[in-house]
């Protein structure tokens, strides 16, 4: 068995990687109001002259922070560890350290100089200071990574589903983050504008999206509470991550900016990300229904994440083109995502030496908050797409076309219920946290 002082060296990493998780959230949340009402306040030019700052910042901690945090604390929470193995002092807490200096640094750069560059996945302030930012977290990461990679009892992650999940991540992780690298070593000398940054990050996006969605499944099954065959939840488990060790190819077929290129990593994503989920979910919900799931505040994030990823599913059934039905679909899939995960964070708290919140009033509320914010912000969105309004572009749309005024209601609204779900979700993590120390 690991020894005590390992155990407590753990949960330490573990409350400091949860700090970062709903700092980023926090955080993210300010620059979402500004998005907001961007979209839904008529003259509102002062807010349209830092949109795109906002945008930048705003998406890059809410999904990417606050992803990469929520792994490392998957990692340490779920990943065996062999008691042989030896372990580099200090580097869990170095990693964490620098993790969430760069998530700071990389909210201060919004008021930097440096052109905001709408590139996919990790949209980017031309700056030094967001690119030390975004190399921090990065690092942040990738230390935790490497720590853990040698002390993993691969043979004990074939035993539970939980751990084999995590384990499958920390390999995506790695495998995306050697993506970006390969990437940007080919498109060295290339002027460096919106494209080159769409190029770099293009295959380390994607594969990303295979950690978020089997962190995602891992979360399912544990919010569940529901006894399951082991074998066929590894190989729903190991459908993506299996699928992303075919990321290579994606080199052989073109070039990093050519079209071959993105095509591949987008019908690798769009396949392996969807079979899976999909019918772990259908798993889920019939024995869920047999088995009434307890409406405390676990069981309502597992309903409205489930809710919310098929929602941004459907919607991408009707994407043509590069509208607000874009936006739409992300944000039902990475909101079921996030609220797959908040639901984990109040699973984890007890164990993290925090008090026991499933029964709290405001706790049962986050996620109706939440949910069904973000359930009328995407359904707006969607409405607004329909009529041609472009993704990544501020303005008012009430007066835009024919029930403009109604979509309009459903972003401005939506999204601040979604923004007051979000923290609420940091105010019950940080008053149980406070509850527990007491």
Request: aromatic share 10%; with cysteine; hydrophobic share 55%.
């Amino acid at each position: 068995m690991p020894s005590n002082t390992q155990e407590e060296k753990n949960l330490s990493a573990a409350r400091w990687w949860l700090f970062g998780a709903v700092q980023a959230l926090a955080i993210s949340g300010v620059f979402a109001v500004v998005l907001v009402l961007s979209r839904v306040i008529k003259g509102a030019d002062p807010l349209k002259t830092i949109f795109y700052k906002s945008l930048v910042v705003h998406v890059d901690l809410s999904v990417l922070v606050w992803f990469l945090a929520m792994v490392c604390l998957i990692w340490c929470c779920f990943l065996p560890r062999r008691p042989d193995a030896p372990r580099l002092p200090y580097v869990s807490g170095a990693a964490a350290g620098i993790f969430i200096a760069g998530l700071l640094l990389m909210a201060s750069s919004f008021f930097g100089g440096g052109e905001a560059h709408m590139s996919n996945y990790i949209p980017v302030i031309a700056s030094p200071l967001f690119f030390l930012s975004l190399g921090m977290i990065l690092a942040g990461v990738m230390l935790a990574a490497l720590d853990a990679l040698p002390v993993v009892g691969w043979r004990a992650c074939l035993q539970q589903s939980e751990a084999f999940a995590a384990a499958a991540t920390l390999l995506v992780v790695l495998l995306s983050f050697a993506a970006f690298y390969l990437s940007a070593w080919l498109m060295r000398g290339e002027a460096k504008d919106v494209s080159w940054y769409d190029s770099v990050f293009w295959a380390g996006g994607h594969l990303l999206q295979f950690a978020w969605v089997e962190v995602m499944m891992l979360a399912w099954i544990v919010l569940s509470g529901l006894s399951l065959s082991r074998k066929p939840l590894l190989i729903l488990l190991g459908v993506g991550p299996a699928i992303a060790l075919l990321s290579p190819v994606g080199y052989l077929v073109g070039a990093v900016d050519s079209e071959a290129h993105r095509r591949f990593f987008t019908e690798m994503m769009k396949w392996g990300n969807a079979v899976a989920p999909g019918v772990l979910a259908l798993w889920l919900g019939a024995k869920l229904v047999r088995c009434r799931l307890k409406p405390d505040a676990c069981g309502l994030l597992l309903i409205a994440s489930l809710v919310l990823f098929f929602a941004g599913g459907f919607i991408s059934l009707l994407i043509a083109g590069q509208d607000t039905r874009v936006p739409a679909h992300y944000h039902g899939s990475i909101v079921g995502v996030t609220l797959a995960l908040m639901g984990l964070v109040y699973h984890l708290l007890p164990s993290l030496g925090g008090a026991e919140v499933r029964l709290w009033k405001m706790a049962r509320l986050q996620p109706l908050l939440y949910g069904f914010g973000q359930l009328a912000h995407i359904t707006g969105l969607a409405w607004a797409g329909g009529y041609g309004i472009e993704r990544k572009t501020p303005g008012d749309i009430s007066e835009a076309f024919e029930g403009g005024n109604i979509a309009a209601a459903l972003i401005r609204h939506g999204g601040s219920f979604a923004i007051l779900g979000g923290m609420l979700f940091v105010v019950v993590v940080i008053r149980s946290m406070l509850k527990g120390r007491r």
